[in-house]
């Protein structure tokens, strides 16, 4: 018990100094990446698209990695909203440059806003004039993000695609020098097969990429988030399980 308390002690001492030396860490958070078809999104007046997701950690929203495929050199405008849709709090808005030389590419966009673990959020693109029109969008026709949805808007209204959009968030977590604390984690939990298992004396909770608490055993494979429990200060550790 003392050795876990001497441990904790650690690691937020080792937190500490960290933060001001890594204030820009950042980590991948949301992630939908099962690219299988696409749309041929136009560029008319009050044509536009949006994606609601799920925020899995609590800190800086720094970056939104988005599918583009074909030729495209323009620019757009990269909106984020506070909960699903477009009628929540506006947090982040600016113009952005979109460029795609050919075939697929994952485009990365800075933004700039605090998220919430558990809450959700909207990403909003509005295409500039000088974007091609068509112009080519990836999607995920099986609609497995389980966060949240991709949407559709134009003058008639708007509604879901049943489709998800492929995009990669980014976020700093509000507390800083996670990754390299997790280097070394074996006398708080250890990976068994595909269970996390917390060492005697230790309280955590586990969250899935989306958001929702999970248990701690018989896991499908993937990446969740950590949350151990301490009165000395809370750490986070990235999960991969096989």
Known sequence: MENIKNKLRALCLLLSILTSLDAKSQLIDQISNNYNAGLSA?????????????????G?????????????????????????????????????????????CLIPFPVNCSVIAGNSYTFHFIPGPAIPDPYGVQQDYLNS???????????????????DLIFTTYVEPKTMGIGSIALDHSSLFRIQESSVILAPNVTGDLYSMSGHKVRTRDLQSGLYTLRILSQYCPLIFKVWIK
């Open 145 to 163: 993000y389980p966060g949240g949805e991709m949407f559709w808007k134009d003058p008639s209204g708007t509604g879901p695609f049943n489709f």
């Open 60 to 104: 800086q929203m720094t970056r939104i990695d988005i599918g583009f495929f074909n030729y495209i050199s323009g620019t757009g405008t990269l909106e984020v909203y506070e909960d699903t849709g477009l009628t929540g709090n506006l947090i982040n808005s600016g113009l952005v440059n979109v460029f795609c030389p050919a075939n697929g």
């Open 42 to 58: 136009r560029t008319l007046p009050g044509y536009s698209w949006y994606q609601t997701f799920t925020a899995g950690i609590t």
